[in-house]
């Protein structure tokens, strides 16, 4: 296993329209977790899931944000209606859980652009 | 809420000279710091992970300091070269399992 892996790595939408992200984790992680970053500041936090239970939300989740991790594995993160507020770099992360340092490894992040 | 701070937002120095990043907490009670390093456009690549019980860790050129009670955390990069040339980001882990990152210090290495 190679790490932390995202698709698309970058994706261009117009306004209005839906888009969706897919991050697969490192195989026997079962946090993964979802940052968003804007330019010149540093990630911000989204959601996070244990297995396949999203466990909490940011505020910054707006209802036009919705993210999945089915069976535990892979997650997604869907952004509907976008809107240009949105153009960031969505990054994902994930950790082996409560044992260990708990250090979080993130994947290349998907750079979305809303024209 | 835990606030991270990271002083100075940019840095540009000669090549060979030592460089010293900080980085302040607002809630000392962390389960651990990483620092990250970001070239533009790109995602984030690990350097060092210091757990709250350690007081410093060094890799290769890279030392990084923690004093949870003050809340602050010093990252040293000896001898730099302009391929240290990027953003450097600190986070905290909280104990309820989130990042809190700063918004970074820009470095630029001139050869």
């Known amino acids: 296993d190679t790490g932390v892996s995202q698709d698309p790595r970058h994706k261009i939408t117009k306004r209005g329209q839906n888009v969706t992200f897919r991050c697969d984790p490192i195989?026997?992680?079962?946090?993964l977790y979802w940052y968003r970053q804007t330019l010149g500041q540093g990630p911000e936090f989204l959601t996070y899931?244990?297995?396949?239970?999203?466990?909490?939300k940011s505020r910054l989740l707006s209802d036009r944000f919705s993210a999945e991790r089915p069976k535990g594995s892979f997650s997604t993160l869907e952004i509907q209606r976008t809107e240009q507020g949105d153009s960031a770099m969505y990054l994902c992360a994930s950790s082996p859980g409560t044992s260990g340092t708990r250090e979080q490894y993130f994947g290349p992040g998907t750079r979305l652009t809303v024209t | 809420k835990q606030e991270v701070t990271q002083i100075p937002a940019a840095l540009s120095v000669p090549e060979g000279e030592n460089l010293v990043l900080n980085c302040s907490f607002t809630d000392s009670a962390i389960y651990n710091l990483q620092w990250f390093r970001q070239d533009p456009g790109k995602g984030l690549t690990s350097l060092l992970l210091i757990q709250s019980s350690q007081r410093e860790q060094t890799s290769g050129r890279l030392n990084a300091s923690l004093d949870k009670s003050s809340g602050r955390s010093t990252l040293y990069i000896a001898a730099s070269q302009p391929g240290d040339s990027a953003t450097y980001l600190c986070a905290v882990l909280s104990h309820d399992y989130k990042l809190s990152f700063g918004a970074g210090t820009t470095v630029t290495v001139r050869a």
């Open positions: 195989s026997e992680h079962n946090r």
């Open positions: 899931f244990q297995n396949e239970a999203q466990l909490e």
